[in-house]
């Protein structure tokens, strides 16, 4: 069964550092999505992605986040100073789109991200 | 805020017992769905109800949908200690493509 991967699974990294997180997205789906979720807490949207632009993104993602499709399978969403709230469970999702309104997101098994 | 609010945060119940999660929403949808979460891992899609549907069926699942209430009930029917996990309902608002998660149910199911 086609499955979303994402890499890495886990990185430690120091406040003020970029970290890019990596996710191949399945191949005919169109749409492309990255949430997270602080431990033990919800499911946060950030940005949605499709046709190579953001097409929705969310208030929590500002001017430190960035997302970008540089080939035909890579998805990678860009933090660019992190800071200690930022750790969290990254997780990347992907969908066929928006045929007869049901957008079915299947979701990758997450990065964690640890900032210290 | 789209996002919905799912009640109880956590149930615990024996195994073969029914077990009900309820989700509440603010604003129109398109339709609403059901995704599982076990613990550390990505979520899983269960069943979607679409907004002019009331009801659906998917093996031990029942979806339930009132869009005058806006909210929705997940029942599994005779739990087993696999469906221990994080239920969460997700909305996705006409016209837009991403969703909206609710703050999730943890469901514990003891053998």
């Known amino acids: 069964e086609p499955e979303v991967t994402q890499t890495p699974s886990h990185q430690v990294t120091q406040m003020g550092q970029e970290v890019i997180l990596r996710c191949v997205p399945i191949?005919?789906?169109?749409?492309f999505y990255w949430y997270r979720q602080i431990l033990g807490q919800k499911v946060e949207f950030l940005v949605s992605?499709?046709?190579?632009?953001?097409?929705?993104k969310s208030e929590i993602f500002d001017d430190q986040f960035s997302v970008e499709r540089p080939d035909g399978s890579n998805f990678t969403l860009k933090i660019r100073s992190t800071k200690l709230e930022d750790s969290a469970m990254y997780f990347c999702?992907?969908?066929?789109?928006?045929?007869?309104?049901?957008?079915?997101?299947?979701f990758g098994a997450g990065s964690r991200l640890t900032v210290l | 805020s789209q996002q919905g609010e799912e009640d109880p945060q956590a149930l615990s119940i024996q195994e073969g017992e029914n077990a009900t999660m309820n989700c509440s929403y603010k604003?129109?949808?398109?339709?609403l769905q059901w995704y599982r979460q076990n613990s550390g891992r990505g979520l899983v899609h269960l069943i979607l109800i679409r907004s002019n549907e009331r009801e659906k069926h998917s093996g031990r699942l029942r979806v339930t949908l009132d869009t005058s209430k806006k909210s929705s009930s997940l029942l599994i029917t005779a739990s087993r200690a696999a469906d221990t996990a994080s239920y969460f309902c997700?909305?996705?608002?006409?016209?837009?493509?991403?969703?909206?998660f609710g703050t999730g149910t943890r469901l514990t199911v003891i053998p």
């Open positions: 999702a992907s969908s066929v789109g928006r045929s007869s309104g049901a957008n079915v997101l299947t």
């Open positions: 992605f499709y046709n190579n632009e953001i097409s929705e």
């Open positions: 604003t129109s949808i398109n339709n």
């Open positions: 997700a909305t996705a608002e006409t016209g837009a493509n991403n969703l909206f």
């Open positions: 191949s005919n789906h169109l749409y």
